[in-house]
C-alpha cells in the first residue's frame, strides 16, 4: 500500500517534470511558438538548480517532518507554480521563477518519500517499492509526451498542475488513515551521531562519494539528454514537432522499463549491485559510441534510447538499491536529498551547456560528449580495492 501511494504520487511529479520538455518543440515552433530554444535551455537550467537546492534543503528537513505534510504540501504548491506559469508573459522574468518555484516545490517529495519506504518496510521490499516509483519516474515522460502530442502546450500544464493537486488531497488523507493503523510509523531509526567521523563519517563508509559520482553522471543523462530529446529528434532526426513528440512519447515509453530491466539483470547477477551498475554503463557507452556512426533516423533513435536505458538501470540501483540500504543510518532522506541535489545540479549545468553547445558543435559532437560522460561511469564503478590490491 505504501509502494503503491508513492509510485501514483511520484507518477504524477514526473509528469510535470516532463511537460516542458514534451512541449518544446511547440513552445519553440518558428510560425507558432511563444518563445526560443536559448530562453528553454536557461528555464530548464534553473529548474534544475532550484530542485537540486531543494533536495539538499528539503531531504535534511524530511528527517524531522512527517511525509504526510511533505509530501502532500509539496505536491500543492509544485501544482500552483505550475499552472501560474501558463498565465505569466512567456520569455519573462516572472515566467522563470514560477518554474524554478515548481521544482523546488517538487523537491519536497523523493526524501521523504524513499525514507517513509525503507523505515517501514522489510529491505527487500523496500527495494521493490522504490522499484515501482523508479519506474513511475521514467513513465512520467511518455505520459507528458502523450498529452503533448494532442494539446496545446498550456492545456498539457493544466492537466499536470490537476494532477499534482489531486495526488496531493489523496496523500494527505492516505497517509493520515496509515499512520492510524499503524501501517507508517515514524522516528523508529535515530542517526549514528555518536559513531566516528559523526554523519559524514557514517556515510563515507557506507561508499557516499563513489555514489556521489554516479549520481552526477546518471543524472545529467536521465534529465539533461532526456529533456533534449523531443528537440534532438525534430532538429538532427529531422521530424517534424508533432512527430518529434509522437516519437519521444514511443521512446519514453521503451524507457520507463529500464527499472524492471535493471533488477531483472541485478537479481540475475546474484543481486550484485556493483557488477551490474558496472555493466550498465559500459553497454551504455557503446550505445552512444554506435549512435554517432548510425545516421539511419529510426536505427539511430533506438541505439540512443538503449544508451539512455542502460544508464538509466545504473541510476536503478542508486536510488532503489542503494539509498534504501542507508536505513539503519537514520539519515535516508538526508543522504537520497543530498546525491539528488547533485544529480540535478550536474542536470542544470548541462543543460545550458547543451542548448549552446548545439548551435556550435553540432549535435553529433554532443553524441561523443555524451559517450565521454558514461564512459567517465564505467571509470567510477570499477573495483579500484580489489584492482589495487592485485596490483599490489
Avoid at 322 to 337: E, H
Avoid at 345 to 367: D, H, K, R
Amino acid at each position: 500500500m505504501i509502494g503503491a501511494l508513492c509510485s501514483l504520487s511520484y507518477l504524477a511529479v514526473y509528469i510535470a517534470r516532463n511537460v516542458l520538455s514534451a512541449v518544446t518543440p511547440q513552445m519553440i515552433d518558428p510560425v507558432t511558438g511563444v518563445t526560443s530554444e536559448a530562453f528553454i535551455g536557461s528555464l530548464s537550467s534553473v529548474y534544475f538548480a532550484m530542485y537540486a537546492i531543494g533536495q539538499l534543503i528539503n531531504g535534511a528537513i524530511g528527517d524531522k517532518i512527517k511525509a504526510q505534510y511533505m509530501i502532500s504540501f509539496g505536491l500543492l504548491l509544485a501544482g500552483a507554480a505550475n499552472l501560474a506559469f501558463v498565465f505569466v508573459p512567456p520569455s519573462s522574468l516572472l515566467a522563470t521563477a514560477c518554474y524554478g518555484m515548481a521544482g523546488f516545490f517538487l523537491s519536497m517529495i523523493y526524501g521523504p518519500m524513499t525514507k517513509v519506504v525503507a523505515e517501514n518496510t522489510d529491505p527487500v521490499h523496500a527495494t521493490r517499492c522504490s522499484l515501482g516509483y523508479t519506474f513511475a519516474s521514467f513513465f512520467g515522460s511518455p505520459l507528458a509526451g502523450a498529452l503533448a502530442a494532442v494539446l496545446a502546450w498550456q492545456s498539457v500544464f493544466y492537466v499536470s498542475s490537476a494532477a499534482l493537486g489531486f495526488m496531493a488531497v489523496v496523500c494527505f488523507i492516505t497517509f493520515l488513515i496509515f499512520e492510524k493503523k499503524g501501517i507508517v510509523r515514524y522516528g523508529q531509526y535515530q542517526a549514528e551521531k555518536k559513531a566516528k567521523g559523526g554523519s559524514i563519517g557514517v556515510l563515507i563508509r557506507h561508499r557516499i562519494v563513489k555514489f556521489s559520482l554516479i549520481s552526477i553522471i546518471t543524472g545529467v543523462v536521465r534529465t539533461s539528454v532526456v529533456f533534449w530529446l523531443p528537440t534532438y529528434i525534430n532538429q538532427h532526426l529531422g521530424f517534424s514537432p508533432e512527430e518529434a513528440a509522437g516519437l519521444f512519447t514511443a521512446a519514453t515509453l521503451v524507457i520507463s522499463f529500464t527499472a524492471f530491466v535493471s533488477v531483472f539483470v541485478y537479481e540475475r547477477l546474484g543481486r550484485n549491485m556493483d557488477l551490474t551498475i558496472l555493466i550498465m554503463f559500459l553497454c551504455s557507452t557503446g550505445f552512444f559510441v554506435a549512435v554517432y556512426f548510425v545516421t539511419q533516423p529510426i536505427v539511430n533513435l533506438v541505439l540512443i534510447v538503449l544508451a539512455i536505458m542502460a544508464s538509466n538501470a545504473a541510476a536503478t540501483m542508486l536510488w532503489s538499491r542503494y539509498c534504501p540500504s542507508l536505513r539503519d543510518t537514520g539519515m535516508v532522506s538526508g543522504a537520497t536529498g543530498f546525491l539528488d541535489f547533485l544529480s540535478y545540479m550536474a542536470a542544470a549545468a548541462s543543460s545550458a551547456i547543451f542548448a549552446n553547445a548545439v548551435s556550435v558543435v553540432g549535435w553529433s559532437n554532443l553524441i561523443l560528449a555524451w559517450a565521454a560522460l558514461v564512459l567517465g561511469g564505467v571509470l567510477v564503478a570499477l573495483p579500484w580495492n580489489k584492482i589495487l590490491r592485485r596490483a599490489s
